[in-house]
């Protein structure tokens, strides 16, 4: 059974910094782009980066590309998700989730205030 | 970016009538890249079709998806209790990826 569990949600100040993580397991990491898509409290989805199987392509919306960064360990298993420069609109619900859209994690709620 | 337009925003039904939701690209999509999810609160979405039509594993045959080119819908034959959720298109077709609004169906 697929899974993929994220963390490191929490509070944080705006301008601050914080690092997501999603554990994967039950398929083959290794060969799986993998997303994050984040989702604003009342809002829709929106999407927020791939990152291919090897970690050398890294795709970003708009809206975070130069303040996030996307990563990999494929030895551990699990996608990483940098996030600084934190805003108040950067406050969400974050998924990871299994290119081929068929697998998501829970989510881990990230929240931009002072 | 293409943009997907889903409408109606809320679709007000009773248990055992039909749904048909609308999603609209802003340019043409190649159908393989147009999923449908669904989304109950507290709940990540769960995939429900991709390419357009075929359903995902697990998903019942009263959920059906069709459309090419800019226009697509997602048909549910007759709606269970467990249906009324929130449905989302997207297509992942160029980049950005993007998702439409969302349309509600509620009791």
């Known amino acids: 059974e697929v899974q993929l569990v994220e963390s490191g949600g929490g509070l944080v100040q705006p301008g601050g910094s914080l690092r997501l993580s999603c554990a994967s397991s039950g398929f083959t990491f290794t060969t799986s782009w993998m997303h994050w898509v984040r989702q604003a409290p009342g809002k829709g989805l929106v999407w927020v980066s791939r990152i291919n199987t090897d970690g050398t392509i890294t795709d970003y919306a708009d809206s975070v590309k130069g303040r996030f960064t996307i990563s990999r360990d494929n030895a551990k298993n699990t996608l990483y998700l940098e996030m600084k420069s934190l805003r108040a609109e950067d406050t969400a619900v974050y998924y990871c989730?299994?290119?081929?859209?068929?697998?998501w994690g829970q989510g881990t709620l990230v929240t931009v205030s002072s | 970016e293409i943009v997907m337009t889903q409408s109606p925003a809320t679709l007000s039904l009773s248990p055992g009538e039909g749904a048909t939701l609308s999603c609209r690209a802003s340019q043409s999509i190649s159908s393989p890249y147009l999923s449908w999810y669904q989304q109950k609160p507290g709940q990540a979405p769960r995939l429900l079709i991709y390419?357009?039509?075929t359903r995902a594993t697990g998903i019942p045959a009263r959920f059906s998806g069709s459309g090419s080119g800019t226009d697509f819908t997602l048909t549910i034959s007759s709606l269970q209790p467990e249906d009324f959720a929130v449905y989302y298109c997207q297509q992942d077709y160029s980049l950005p990826l993007t998702f439409g609004g969302g349309t509600k169906v509620e009791i």
């Open positions: 989730a299994k290119d081929g859209w068929g697998s």
């Open positions: 390419g357009a039509s």
